[in-house]
């Protein structure tokens, strides 16, 4: 392609990419590294229908005034990225120190949010991910051995869990599991435990996230396999045939290879969806148990209390954690289309 | 845009169907954002009968009222000409400084309002209140008195009625609270730690300081009653708490006075509606303060919005709040301090509670952030992975961070 023609193809994305991904990148960095002024805070009679007393309220006409010399806020560099709700230096320091071993030290990461948030996100992504990868090969295999005139159906119906909103699928699912849902006091009855409560433990709630994610997720990597099977050149299979693979062995060493480029970009697109678990969290009301970073970016802005800054360093942290566990597979395609010289 | 194209659609099919009622207002945009409850949801429709001519009334009226009203009432013009709010919540939208004082609009139109509904910081009158709100004991009397059990004054009391019926085999998990992590969970600590004793802050500052024997006591006391509770507790807000009522699971629960109408819908059981009854908030670890804090709801009018806008909001919120709204459907969906209004069986609770002298919920500009800090901070000691001290801990760090970050430390 002519580099003048490359341009002008380019430009509707690079613009589109400037302005929402750019612009709003700059922002949330420039927000993160400043906070509110000092509050100007004075005490005021206030009166409401319980009578009246002293009150200690903000200063507006103060507070405007300081706002409108510096409306970027109050410069604190890194202060927010190291304080106690973020990576919190102080504190793993401190845990550090007064260590008696290092298992004991991991488990007492957890009382920091950034920590606990991690704990479970990592969790999450490096479990739902090949799992997602290996359901979506499986379902992808069966489909594609199914009569013809199945297909269709088949197809449309194993896509519809990744149809289904997933606040809507995950509160559908958060119901059936309530200790008087109809699978929460099926597993009741299963095990003989009239106690057993998916919401009430850690570990539970965990397994029912992660069950969740991979049922939700698992069409996906079907429809991507399933397209890639139709591509599996005839001539090997028969090859294969011939030379007396079985079924297995020409899944194995026909298909399984012929896909993997596939497989790369399937882990990539999850890597990335999976480490931003969060409607989950919220349509199973699990924040008792497992929190994410993009929960935590929703919890300091969804609440009255709106804390900008520490919702714009949780989401600078997000992106460096994508870049970090998208590095392995990115250098690889790197590699796979810049062959050494 | 679409949802507000819907909204529209309501407010003139809302027209439509109903009489003119004649509000008074000759044109303007009223758009009013607000908690969904019976008592909000009246006042909303009162106030969706002024649209007509030249006027347009909206309503968004939702449990996630506080996620969208601030950022709704930021911009200029401000998407809400008006939040319907509580004594916690006016705090955020005071501090942002997004709603206008009313002084004006009273003279003007407020002749039917009472002294005490006039929410006022500083001489500037910033809410108009129209119901008062508490939590306060909510108890089957059909399953106290088979047991031959008084009706609990404290929370001691509760733990033991609460051990009788489980051994009775009557109920399982006698007790309901809405204990859902996060703000629910919090809301409760605040109850029981006001109910010890405690204090929140250090006296006129900012700093926080629960990490006392107030704290521990309020704790243990939280975590003996979940003792009592559905294992699912931490999921469970008040409409959950609510539908385990309406289910006949529990007896003795400490429920949101403006909760008690629903309890008696069409749909719960006979049997358990008959045997809902309610008395005052309890008290707590011998102490006289009720563990329970005093609400009231009431309507704010947005700054960044014309003048017009703003009287319009004024008066159609006003038509919605005058004395002949109240009728058999309205008159027990709250308790109303609008001028005539006469206590309903369902009020019993809160005016107990506001006998009592039970306090009001602190209007502190930090305050949100101290309750924000406890809803998430508290869960790992309600399962057992933690000690108070730590919990506590956890929550004073938190707090301070916040603090420190928004600058009022």
Redesign the interface.
Known sequence: MKHKTFFWFFLPTALAMFLFIALPLTSIVSQSLH?????V??????????G?KS????D?LA??KINEEKPQG?WVGFQ?YT???HLAFK?VGELWENKTNFIDFVSSL??L?FYRAMGFTLTYTFVVTPLVILFGFIIALAVNSLHRHLKGFMVFFSLLPMIVTPLVGSLILFWMI???GILGSGLQELFAD??L?L??S?GLTWITLIVYGVWHSAPFAFIVFYAGLQTVPKETIEAAMIDGATRFQQTMHVVVPHLSPLVAFVALIQLMDNFRVFEPIVG??????ATSLSWIIW?DI??????L??AATTSVLTIIGVIILLMPVLIRTWREFNPEK | MFLRKIATVVALTTLASSAWAGCGISEGRVSIVGNEFPAIQTIGAGAMECAGGGVTVETNLTADHQKINLPGMTGNPAEFTSAIVANSSIVALMNNDVIRPLNDLVAKHGQGLQKSQLVTIDGNIMGIAFMANAQHLTYRSDVLDQLGIAVPTTYEEMLEAAGRIRSSGLMKNPVGGAYASGWNLAEEFVNMYIGHGGEFFEPGTAKIAVNNQHGYDTLSMMKQLSHFMNPDYLTHDSNATSAEWKAGNVALMNMWGSRIGALRGDEVDAAVVAATATAGPMTVGGGTTAASTLWWDGFTVAKNISDADAEATFMALMHAIRPDMLNETTAPQAVWLIDGYEPTPAAAGVFAAAAMGTKPYPMLPYAGLMHSAAGAELVDFMQGKETAEEALAGLEAAYTTAATEKGYL
Not at chain 1, 41 to 50: A, G, K, M, T
């Open positions: 906070t509110p002024h000092d509050q805070l004075i005490v005021v009679e206030s009166c409401d229908p319980f009246c009150e200690t309220t903000i507006h507070s405007k109050k927010i304080d106690r709700n504190e957890r009382d949010p309530d200790a008087r009239p106690t409560s919401k009430a850690t199973f009301s699990a924040s008792a148990h919890n969804g609440q009255e209390i709106r804390l800054s520490s």
